[in-house]
């Protein structure tokens, strides 16, 4: 029963994407859809096939930048979160910045970072660092705080330290709320890398997957911008799997 | 004692507890049962009174435990792990804490369960935790906050009779708040009946019956005469 459940999950969005494709080409063939509008999939895969190690380096490099980002963000934004946690007056006063993150649009200040950063792998690890932090800040104080009344009480009868209470309560009430945060901004963090490699490169002789888009969109290889937006796509997905499964090993004790 | 709302919890509770006793205290919801535990336990100080739990003798024992109304097991530590935890954050080296809490789920005969999760367990058994979690430090004074109300009739007599077996065996002091009244005048010493809000304390009443006491007392007439007693002591508090 199990077994056949693991077997659709894996099948039927397979099955959905040879339909997708079969869809696609059946499409340029018929409308004969010039390739620099809609490109046939034969002819995406050529191109891919032609420029894989290109291609391959670049999702690499990308996805080096978005995992910088994203520890990043794991990292500051749980120490955040744990600062939050600590007094009302502090979650008051700093919130509305922890919004800012939200709110500001990362293409419009991702210029300003490449300013102060440099032309460099560090600005594209910044722009994705930024995009990310947000869901951990929030989920984890929502973690932190959400802790029973009853569990407090337990706590202060033993005598515990705050330092005890925000370390042995606290912190592991509110990892699967961290771990919930990260994997939302696993994906975000792609997203901000490709964003910071549209305006910082990484020299003559490597690119990013943000660089090829621009690039092959202003050429106007339209077959060339279709494989690196899809392998941009798996890259998103192969982060968010990946999260999924490091946060599903770790709540095996939670739930 | 005032709630925040300024509806008086408490008024005139004047009582005391002779080491070894096993006192309940009965009435109806809503009249400050679990408020009169809180204070006593320490968690609530804006009350006007003065409450004093008996000086310590020994220098590794915990003046007092609180056995709360849920078992409140922290799901992501193992049973194990949850019976440490007073002696953890106690700061006792490591061996000490894992023999003595191996030792207080040896009693509660829950050491089978040691490396389970509290959701792999039943209600029962969670509440046995808690106990051993409670009995782990070796209190002089149980606080025991409806610690089975929760629970069905069955487990719950299998859980009385269990406690009963523990203050026999290790001679702590135990308050006993409840309002099952036959759970009362099986387990307790003394039983103390409070009135309805402000509560206060309207009988203070013995119960007779010799420990170690068997399962069959709670068939027995007299049992059913003092059951009696206090549940029309209890109607005459709340509706005079």
């Known amino acids: 029963m199990n077994n056949n459940n693991n077997y659709i999950t894996v099948l039927a969005p ?14 340029v063939v018929i409308f004969s859809l010039p390739p620099y509008l809609v490109p046939s999939p034969y002819r995406v895969f050529g191109v891919f096939r032609e420029n894989y190690a290109v291609l391959l380096s670049a999702t690499f490099l990308t996805a080096m930048a978005a995992i910088g980002g994203l520890l990043l963000s ?57 995009i990310s932090l947000f869901p951990i800040i929030t989920n984890g104080t929502m973690g932190l705080m959400a802790v029973k009344p009853q569990w407090i009480d337990l706590f202060v009868i033993n005598n515990a330290s705050s330092w005890q209470i925000l370390f042995k309560l606290r912190f592991p009430n509110a990892v699967p709320y961290l771990l919930t945060g990260a994997k939302i901004s696993s994906g975000l963090s792609v997203i901000g890398a490709i964003v910071g490699e549209f305006f910082a490169g990484y020299g003559a002789r490597y690119h990013g997957l943000g660089y090829l888009i621009t690039f092959t969109s202003g050429q106007m290889k339209t077959d060339y911008l279709f494989s690196a937006v899809f392998m941009s796509t798996i890259l998103g997905l192969v982060f968010f799997g990946t999260l999924s499964l490091i946060s599903n090993y770790i709540l095996r004790k939670w739930e | ?164 077996r523990l203050w026999q065996q290790d001679q702590w002091t135990a308050l006993f708040v409840t309002h099952n009244i036959s759970e009362a005048v099986f387990l307790s010493s003394r039983i103390i ?48």
């Not at chain 2, 979690?133 to 906050?145: E, N, S």
């Open chain 1, 74 to 130: 794991v990292v500051l934004g749980t120490s955040i979160a744990l600062l939050f946690s600590q007094s009302k007056i502090i979650r008051q006063s700093l919130y509305p910045y922890a919004i800012f993150l939200q709110t500001v649009p990362i293409v419009a200040i991702a210029p300003l970072i490449v300013v102060w950063f440099g032309n460099g792998f560090t600005s594209v690890i910044v722009v994705a660092f930024i």
């Open chain 2, 1 to 164: 004692m005032y709630y925040e709302n300024n509806v008086q919890a408490l008024q005139d509770i004047d009582f005391c507890v002779t080491q070894g006793e096993f006192v309940s205290i009965v009435g109806p919801s809503g009249c400050g049962k679990s408020t009169l535990i809180r204070i006593i336990a320490g968690l609530i100080d804006n009350y006007v009174g003065d409450v004093r739990v008996a000086e310590m003798t020994k220098t590794d024992e915990q003046p007092l435990a609180l056995v709360f109304q849920e078992a409140n097991l922290l799901p992501w530590r193992k049973t194990l792990d949850n019976v440490r935890l007073p002696l953890e954050l106690a700061e006792v080296c490591e061996n000490v804490q894992k023999e003595k809490s191996l030792a207080a789920l040896d009693i509660v005969r829950l050491k089978d369960f040691a490396h389970a999760y509290p959701r792999e367990l039943s209600g029962g058994m969670k509440m046995r935790v808690s106990l051993a979690r409670a009995l782990v430090t070796k209190p002089q004074l149980m606080l025991l906050d409806e610690p089975f109300s929760a629970l069905d009739e069955i487990t719950r007599q299998q859980l009385n009779e269990d406690l009963l």
């Open chain 1, 14 to 27: 397979l099955v959905v994407f040879v339909l997708f494709v079969i869809i696609w080409h059946t499409c």
């Open chain 2, 193 to 240: 009946v409070m009135s309805d809000r402000p509560g206060r304390i309207i009988a203070d009443v013995a119960i007779p019956f010799s420990y170690p006491r068997t399962p069959q007392l709670r068939s027995s007439v007299e049992f059913a005469q003092h059951v009696g007693k206090i549940s029309s002591l209890l109607r005459e508090g709340t509706y005079e």
